[in-house]
């Protein structure tokens, strides 16, 4: 996986980059597939930095991603303390599948100087989606968190969060379409760290 102009699994490929930018390898590994940053989270305090990242197995395949399917998709991150030239990879036990997300009993801390929030779903088309929460720049989680959008159903989101105030956030997500695809861009807020939250907006429409 390289950071930057791409993100690349198994076999070294050249993506072209723009003046002054530079690619650097973050994960790579002799039969693994290491991809998907933009639905895990990225994160950074100063020179410290942290990417979220799907470990799969890499295949051929026809079209699509080149990975096994028959194989786990695990939930990795990986650490940069040196904004960005070098990476340690890490493997949150947080992140394991099998555990059954549970409501938020308390509000959250936007503004904590060490927070971050990463969201994950079960089917890319219908959901459910559940997150996790760290106050220590992600070296420990708690969650899984059920994730629920007044108004909205079938949500399967991403990690993209707008910080409004200590209790304040907005989050953009995709929720399924008529045909239980997915592809229905939303925005939801919440003014109560967490505890609940409602639309903004929804686009509707499609197939």
Not at 31 to 48: D, K, T, V
Not at 55 to 71: C, F, I, L, N
Not at 168 to 187: I, Q, T, V, Y
């Amino acid at each position: 996986m390289v950071l930057g102009a791409a993100l690349l699994a198994g076999a070294a490929l050249a993506p072209t980059v723009g003046a002054g930018g530079e690619n650097v390898i973050v994960f790579k590994e002799p039969g693994r597939y290491g991809g998907w940053p933009a639905n895990r989270g990225l994160w950074a305090w100063g020179n410290e930095i942290v990417v979220g990242f799907t470990a799969a197995w890499y295949q051929p395949v026809e079209s699509g991603h080149a990975v096994d399917r028959s194989k786990p998709f695990e939930k990795w991150q990986a650490r940069s303390l040196d904004g960005g030239e070098t990476w340690s990879v890490e493997k949150p036990p947080a992140f394991e599948r099998g555990k059954h997300p549970t409501p938020l009993a308390e509000p959250l801390d936007f503004n904590h100087p060490e927070f971050a929030l990463a969201f994950d779903f079960a089917s890319i088309h219908v959901g459910p989606s559940w997150f996790y929460v760290s106050t220590d720049r992600c070296r420990t989680w708690r969650g899984p968190y059920a994730f629920a959008v007044e108004g909205v159903e079938k949500i399967a989101t991403r990690t993209d969060t707008l910080v409004l105030g200590k209790h304040e956030c907005l989050m953009f997500g995709s929720a399924a379409k008529a045909n239980d695809k997915e592809g229905r861009p939303f925005c939801a807020r919440t003014t109560d760290g967490g505890l609940t939250a409602t639309s903004v907006i929804t686009v509707t429409g499609g197939p």
